[in-house]
C-alpha cells in the first residue's frame, strides 16, 4: 500500500514537473562566431548580430527579436568588459530592431533616416503620417525606449583609425532605409537583410522595398564600399564580394523573367505558381512560395502590370 502510494506521489511530481518544463520558455541560446580579434557574430534570436570591440566601447549592430537583447549584453559581456555604447539598426524588422529596448539608455542608436521614419509608424500618436503599424508594438510598451538617437542620409562615419566604421545607404531593395555598416580596418561589412543569403529575398513594399531596384541597390553596395573580404548576412553564413556578385545577378534575372512573362500575357499567380531558380544557382534555398507571391506581385505593380 505504502509502495502504491509513494510510486502515485513520485508519478504526480513527475508529470508536473513536466508541465512546469512545458510553461518554462526555451533558453535564449546565442552562438558566438569570431571574425576577427575585436570583430564577432553572433547568432541565434533573429538576424545576425554584429559585436565590434573599439579602444573605449562596444559598437552592436543589431538587437535581434523581443527578449534578446538582453541576451546580447550577457553573451558580450564574455567577450569583453568594456562597455556598449553604440547600437547600429540595419533596417526596422522586428527580428533586428526589438531588442533595442533592452539596451542600456545611456547606449547611442543609429539608423538610416528612413528607418527611423518607419520605426516611428510603430509609435501611436507620433508624428509619422502613415499608422498602418498596430499599435502595441514593443516600442510602444517601453516608453519609446529603442528608438534612434541619430539618423544618417547616404554616409556617416563614426570614430577614426582601426576603429572606423562607414555607414552607408544605397538605395530600396529590402525596404527603403537597408544600412549598409562597414568596418574597413578589417575590410568586413555587415549588409543584413538586403543581401539575407543565398536566397529569394524578403521585399517589404509597406516599408518601402523594391523588386525592381534591389539589384542596382546591391551593385552600388558592390562597387561603392572598397576593400571588402568579408560580408556579414543577415541570416546565413558570411559571403564574399563573389557571392554579392552572383546575387546581384540573381536579382536582375528574375525581374527580366517577370518582364518577360509579363509582356507575354501571364498573370502574377501564374508566374508565382512556376517561376523556379535557375539551376545555376546551385545552393540557394528553395523559394518560399509566399515571398514569391509577394515579390512577383511587386515586381508586376513596379512593371505597371496587374
Known amino acids: 500500500m505504502k509502495r502504491s502510494i509513494v510510486l502515485g506521489v513520485l508519478t504526480a511530481l513527475g508529470a508536473l514537473s513536466m508541465v512546469i518544463a512545458a510553461q518554462q520558455p526555451p533558453a535564449r541560446v546565442i552562438e558566438v562566431e569570431k571574425l576577427k580579434d575585436n570583430l564577432f557574430v553572433l547568432k541565434g534570436g533573429g538576424g545576425n548580430t554584429a559585436v565590434f570591440l573599439t579602444a573605449n566601447g562596444v559598437v552592436v549592430v543589431d538587437g535581434k527579436n523581443p527578449g534578446w537583447g538582453q541576451p546580447i549584453l550577457d553573451k558580450i559581456k564574455t567577450l569583453t568588459d568594456k562597455p556598449v555604447t553604440t547600437l547600429i539598426n540595419t533596417h526596422t524588422h522586428g527580428d533586428h530592431v526589438s531588442g533595442n529596448v533592452e539596451f542600456p539608455a545611456t547606449v547611442d542608436i543609429i539608423v538610416q533616416e528612413n528607418t527611423k521614419t518607419n520605426m516611428m509608424k510603430m509609435i501611436p500618436n507620433s508624428t509619422a503620417a502613415d499608422q498602418t503599424v498596430p499599435a502595441q508594438t514593443i516600442f510602444d510598451q517601453n516608453g519609446g525606449r529603442g528608438l534612434p538617437k541619430r539618423t544618417f542620409k547616404d554616409k556617416m562615419t563614426l570614430f577614426k583609425g582601426n576603429d572606423e566604421i562607414d555607414l552607408y545607404y544605397f538605395g530600396r531593395g529590402h525596404t527603403n532605409g537597408d544600412a549598409w555598416v562597414s568596418f574597413p580596418a578589417l575590410r568586413v561589412v555587415h549588409a543584413a537583410d538586403i543581401f539575407s543569403g543565398k536566397n529569394v529575398p ?33 541570416h546565413s553564413t558570411q559571403m564574399t564580394p563573389a557571392d554579392l556578385k552572383e546575387y546581384i545577378a540573381f ?8 518582364r518577360a512573362a509579363m509582356k507575354g500575357g501571364k498573370t502574377a499567380a501564374e508566374v508565382a505558381s512556376t517561376w523556379k531558380i535557375p539551376a545555376k544557382y546551385a545552393g540557394y534555398a528553395p523559394a518560399d512560395p509566399n515571398r514569391l507571391k509577394n515579390n512577383v506581385a511587386l515586381a508586376y505593380k513596379e512593371l505597371g502590370g496587374k
Not at 536579382?251 to 517577370?258: A, K, W
Open 202 to 234: 524578403l521585399l517589404d513594399a509597406n516599408n518601402g522595398g523594391s523588386a525592381l531596384l534591389i539589384a542596382d541597390t546591391l551593385e552600388k553596395g558592390l562597387n561603392g564600399i572598397k576593400n571588402v573580404e568579408t560580408i556579414i548576412t543577415g
Open 251 to 258: 536579382n536582375r534575372e528574375f525581374v527580366n523573367d517577370v
